[in-house]
């Protein structure tokens, strides 16, 4: 083998712990600290909201398994990418990795990146999905249509660009912050589960105080988007309560 063609591979520098992080990383996404609020807000019940995240679990677990056993027989570069290509032939395995590339990652990033600015704009108040830069208002490019530069996403934006910029830097920059971000997220969310435990043993709490199964007794209501409505109701939601 040529000097050129070496030179050309693939460095094999990764070790357990940063593909462990890698892992740990991509299956954890900093929206579980958002989405927790709106899941027990949409289930109405301790119950409920615990057999969801039950059933997320196995239905997690059971593709890890699938992914892992295909990565075993196919130990090459390029993922899930892979798998398509040797299930379905190379159209499939194309046309996924150009989905992941333009829709599923991308989407994936802002959406992180956005949860960051939302979460630090909690200490710094000009970070603000309202705190418009160059217009008091979005400019409105048709029914239900918008475009805007607003301080929360200008820091969004910014640190999409400071973590790309560190992952061109080499592999051991992009490894450093990469296992410093997942440490960091892995603790937060262990500290949130241990005090979670701790509260839940108030007299108070809403584990002891709610109705595990009954929505209903714990005053929730159903609410449903006006604009999927087939009616088109003028109101922006549409609630049911239980009659007494």
Same mark, same amino acid.
């Given at each position: ?37 709106? +899941? ?9 909201? /615990?057999? !969801?995240? $039950? =059933?997320?679990? @196995? *239905? &997690?677990? #059971? ?79 048709? +029914? ?9 996403? /200008?820091? !969004?934006? $910014? =640190?999409?660009? @400071? *973590? &790309?910029? #560190? ?78």
């Amino acid at each position: 083998m040529s000097d050129e063609q070496q030179q050309s591979r693939l460095v094999r520098a990764l070790g357990p712990i940063d593909a462990t992080m890698i892992v740990i990383g991509s299956m954890i996404g900093s929206g579980i600290f958002i989405t927790s609020a709106e +899941s027990a807000r949409l289930s109405g019940a301790p119950g409920w909201l /615990l057999l !969801a995240w $039950a =059933l997320a679990g @196995l *239905l &997690t677990i #059971t593709g890890a398994l699938c992914c892992s056993e295909l990565a075993t027989m196919m130990p090459r570069a390029g993922g899930v990418y892979v798998f398509f290509r040797e299930a379905y032939g190379p159209a499939m395995g194309f046309l996924y990795g150009w989905t992941l590339f333009l829709v599923v990652q991308t989407g994936t990033i802002a959406a992180v990146a956005i949860a960051f600015a939302k979460f630090l704009g909690v200490f710094v108040s000009a970070i603000s999905p309202d705190n418009y830069l160059f217009t008091k208002q979005p400019l409105l490019l048709g +029914s239900g249509y918008a475009v805007s530069l607003s301080t929360q996403q /200008l820091v !969004a934006i $910014a =640190l999409v660009a @400071l *973590l &790309t910029w #560190t992952n061109t830097r080499g592999l051991k920059l992009g490894t450093l912050v990469q296992n410093t971000f997942t440490f960091a997220k892995t603790a937060a969310l262990a500290g949130v589960v241990v005090v979670g435990g701790f509260l839940g043993w108030s007299a108070t709490s809403a584990a002891r105080t709610s109705a595990w199964w009954d929505s209903w007794a714990n005053s929730w209501s159903a609410q449903v988007r006006s604009d999927l409505c087939p009616n088109r109701l003028d109101e922006r939601h549409v609630s049911w309560q239980r009659s007494a």
